[in-house]
C-alpha cells in the first residue's frame, strides 16, 4: 500500500505519529492535501483541522493553533506550539476562552493588545470549527 510518515508535533509532546495515505490542512492560502510522494515543501499552516487518513482507512483529528509544515517524499511534519487531538477537544472550555479574549478585546488599550486579542480570538474560532467538524464525524 502507497502510505506517508506523519509526525504532529506540539511544543509539549508528540501529538500523533504514523502511517496516512492522505493529508488536509489549512496552509496560509489556502487547504493542503498531501499525498505519498509529494514534492518537498515547507509552508506556514494556519490555526484549523489537520485530518489525517490513516493507513487502515480510519481517520484522526488533529487541531493546530498554526504552525509549520514540512513535506518530504516519505515524510510529513506538522510543528505547531499548540495541537490538540480532536478526542482531547472541549468545547465548554473554548467557548469560555472565547468569551475571555472578546473581553479582552474589547478593553483593549493598545495596539500591542488589540492585536493579541483578535490572534486569540482567531485561533479559538477555528478550535470551536475543528471541534464541530470532529464532532460531525
Not at 48 to 70: C, H, M, P, Q, W
Not at 99 to 116: V, Y
Given at each position: 500500500m502507497n502510505t506517508i510518515h506523519v509526525d504532529v508535533v506540539s511544543a509539549e509532546e508528540s501529538i500523533w505519529s504514523g502511517e496516512a495515505r492522505f493529508v488536509a490542512l489549512p496552509g496560509e492560502s489556502g487547504e493542503l492535501g498531501i499525498f505519498p510522494r509529494h514534492t518537498p515543501l515547507i509552508t506556514r499552516i494556519k490555526a484549523g483541522s489537520v485530518r489525517i487518513e490513516k493507513a487502515d482507512g480510519g481517520e484522526e483529528f488533529v487541531f493546530v493553533a498554526g504552525g509549520i509544515l514540512e513535506v518530504q517524499p516519505d515524510c510529513v511534519t506538522v510543528l505547531s506550539d499548540t495541537a490538540i487531538r480532536g478526542k482531547d477537544l472541549d468545547e465548554e472550555k473554548a467557548n469560555a476562552a472565547k468569551l475571555l479574549a472578546q473581553e479582552a478585546l474589547k478593553n483593549a488599550s493598545s495596539e500591542i493588545d488589540l492585536a493579541l486579542a483578535q490572534s486569540e480570538l482567531m485561533v479559538l474560532a477555528a478550535q470551536l470549527t475543528?471541534?464541530?467538524?470532529?464532532?460531525?464525524?
Amino acid at each position: 500500500m502507497n502510505t506517508i510518515h506523519v509526525d504532529v508535533v506540539s511544543a509539549e509532546e508528540s501529538i500523533w505519529s504514523g502511517e496516512a495515505r492522505f493529508v488536509a490542512l489549512p496552509g496560509e492560502s489556502g487547504e493542503l492535501g498531501i499525498f505519498p510522494r509529494h514534492t518537498p515543501l515547507i509552508t506556514r499552516i494556519k490555526a484549523g483541522s489537520v485530518r489525517i487518513e490513516k493507513a487502515d482507512g480510519g481517520e484522526e483529528f488533529v487541531f493546530v493553533a498554526g504552525g509549520i509544515l514540512e513535506v518530504q517524499p516519505d515524510c510529513v511534519t506538522v510543528l505547531s506550539d499548540t495541537a490538540i487531538r480532536g478526542k482531547d477537544l472541549d468545547e465548554e472550555k473554548a467557548n469560555a476562552a472565547k468569551l475571555l479574549a472578546q473581553e479582552a478585546l474589547k478593553n483593549a488599550s493598545s495596539e500591542i493588545d488589540l492585536a493579541l486579542a483578535q490572534s486569540e480570538l482567531m485561533v479559538l474560532a477555528a478550535q470551536l470549527t475543528a471541534l464541530r467538524k470532529y464532532r460531525k464525524k
